[in-house]
């Protein structure tokens, strides 16, 4: 089973993904912040993160950097709703981008294909 850490700081959208992948099969692990996520990283091993850019007190792209440095296989999907970071090169070390949306169609389609990808 893949393993996806969920890094989002508003509980209400940790909650809908936490459900909706488990729902697709996934092993779900949330945090709510950055040392939350990095004390995770730190003890179990992720096939893929889903960060949140910004979050209420830290940096998502500082989190990004630290799981990198901690696993350089995790994949990283950036989950946001600030478009503009996309053009910020320090989120390029990310696998995909995402804008934040009611629907999840494209989160779960960009986690599937991610994790396929890895020929697993």
Do not use: C
Request: net charge negative; charged share 30%; hydrophobic share 35%.
């Amino acid at each position: 089973m893949k393993k996806i850490l969920i890094l989002e700081d508003e509980a209400p959208q940790r909650t809908l993904y936490d459900n909706i992948l488990t729902d697709e099969g996934f092993d779900i692990s949330t945090a709510a912040n950055y040392q939350e996520a990095i004390q995770l990283v730190d003890i179990d091993t992720y096939d893929l993160a889903v960060v949140d850019i910004k979050l209420e007190s830290e940096s998502g792209i500082d989190a990004i950097k630290k799981i990198l440095s901690i696993n350089k296989q995790t994949k990283i999907v950036i989950h946001t709703s600030y478009t503009e970071y996309k053009q910020d090169l320090q989120t390029w070390s990310a696998d995909a981008y995402v804008v934040k949306s009611s629907d999840t169609t494209e989160l779960i389609k960009t986690i599937h294909h991610l994790l396929q990808d890895r020929g697993e």
